[in-house]
């Protein structure tokens, strides 16, 4: 009976483990998805704080851009396919997550401030259609953050899906 109760122990020390190291391995694979998306809304920042109104500096806005929305799209996938997040690792991406606030807020407020020169290059339709595929890209992701983190990480993501969501109207419009 003893051996049966020490190989249980170990088997079920065992299933713990490999869900654990599991479960583990997923917390920094979306973190670094959040730092990836986070160097390129930084330098979609940048681009926009470097354009001037002329199709050279659209341009790189334009690359930027795309490069900001593969990496939304990257995290997409990859917290889709995540299962629950252990406390610690729903910490640290709710944490990454939220610091990226004023990033975000920064670009989308260029975008806006900008409106005149990108209108003069007829970009304007662009803009909106970046913008609303951005609110649809945070509509998408951050629902599913919140299935994913626990019940206090859950509400300071809803929150802050909030406090973006009204942010990234304003933008749009400004456009439409």
């Not at 391995?25 to 920042?45: F, H, K």
């Not at 259609?129 to 890209?137: H, M």
């Not at 299935?147 to 206090?152: A, F, L, N, R």
């Amino acid at each position: 009976m003893k051996f049966f109760k020490t190989a249980l122990l170990l088997a079920s020390g065992t299933l713990v483990t490999a869900c654990e190291l599991k479960t583990g391995s997923t917390g920094p694979e979306i973190l670094q998805d959040l730092l990836r998306y986070d160097e390129r809304a930084t330098d979609l920042g940048k681009a926009l704080d470097a354009f001037d109104g002329s199709p050279e500096t659209f341009d790189v806005v334009y690359g930027a851009s795309g490069e900001q929305s593969q990496a939304a799209k990257r995290l997409i996938a990859d917290c889709s396919t995540v299962g629950q997040l252990c406390r610690s690792d729903s910490k640290a991406i709710a944490d990454e997550l939220i610091s990226h606030f004023d990033i975000d807020k920064r670009f989308l407020g260029t975008f806006a401030s900008k409106k005149t020169m990108f209108r003069k290059i007829g970009k304007q339709d662009w803009v909106a259609s970046f913008l609303i595929a951005t609110r649809n890209n945070v509509d998408t992701l951050l629902p599913i953050m919140r299935s994913k983190v626990d019940i206090d990480d859950c509400c300071r993501v809803a929150r802050f899906q909030a406090n973006l969501t009204a942010i990234i109207v304003d933008a749009i419009d400004a456009y439409v």
